[in-house]
């Protein structure tokens, strides 16, 4: 069975610095999706951004890019300069005929 | 703005006593989910459909059920809520079904069981 593990239950970062959350997965499958989704407290969850495993270059989505190391079955998610409304809890997801979530990572930003 | 609405926001009922939440989409999604959210942990999903074609999780309980009436609306019903089934209820879109699709989430409904 596939399973996400997001080791990082929470971070925390300066406005305008950068961090890293780590997300690892465990598949037997070569082709699939992975998803990295923000949750703002009591708003819904939207997407950030999303890999497809069989292109090799990592996806970026304005301050927002990802390591993507297959091999290693390794996602991490970089946030660049980071703003007070990234303040969220992050969930790494996978997906290929449904999305398999990991435990999540309360982010926090400080001024 | 396209978008997935769910109503109410947050929902009191007494435990035992029948409860329905509901979803609503402008997308003209094909797919529509339940997942259930407990506090600090990841959402499980609950079932999904796929068009009229309702497919259930196989551990999710007998107690949640759901109707999908048209495109646009889906409900989940819990039958006899019991304490442990206090938590966010999520809903979710997508166009298709399969790994590349991206799910569009609603803000959710907090159901509290007295």
């Known amino acids: 069975a596939q399973t996400v593990t997001q080791s990082q239950p929470e971070m925390s970062v300066q406005e305008a610095e950068t961090v890293t959350l780590s997300c690892t997965y465990d598949t037997s499958e070569s082709d699939y999706y992975l998803f990295w989704y923000k949750q703002p407290p009591s708003r819904q969850m939207i997407l950030v951004i999303r890999?497809?495993?069989?292109?090799?270059q990592n996806a970026t989505e304005n301050r927002f890019s990802v390591n993507f190391q297959k091999a290693a079955k390794s996602f991490s998610l970089k946030i660049s300069d980071s703003q007070l409304g990234d303040a969220a809890m992050y969930f790494c997801a996978y997906n290929t005929d449904k999305l398999i979530f990991g435990t999540g990572t309360r982010l926090q930003v400080f001024p | 703005d396209a978008m997935v609405i769910q109503n109410p926001r947050y929902q009191v009922t007494q435990f035992g006593k029948p409860v329905t939440l509901s979803c609503s989409q402008t997308l003209n999604h094909n797919v529509m989910y339940w997942y259930q959210q407990k506090s600090s942990q990841a959402p499980k999903l609950l079932f999904h459909?796929?068009?009229?074609?309702?497919?259930n999780e196989a551990d999710t309980p007998d107690n949640f059920q759901s109707r999908r009436p048209n495109t646009s609306f889906c409900f989940l019903d819990i039958r006899s809520p019991g304490l442990g089934d206090a938590a966010m209820y999520l809903c979710a879109t997508s166009r298709d079904f399969g790994g590349q699709e991206t799910q569009y989430f609603g803000p959710g409904t907090r159901l509290l069981v007295l």
């Open positions: 890999q497809e495993a069989y292109k090799q």
């Open positions: 459909y796929y068009d009229k074609d309702f497919n």
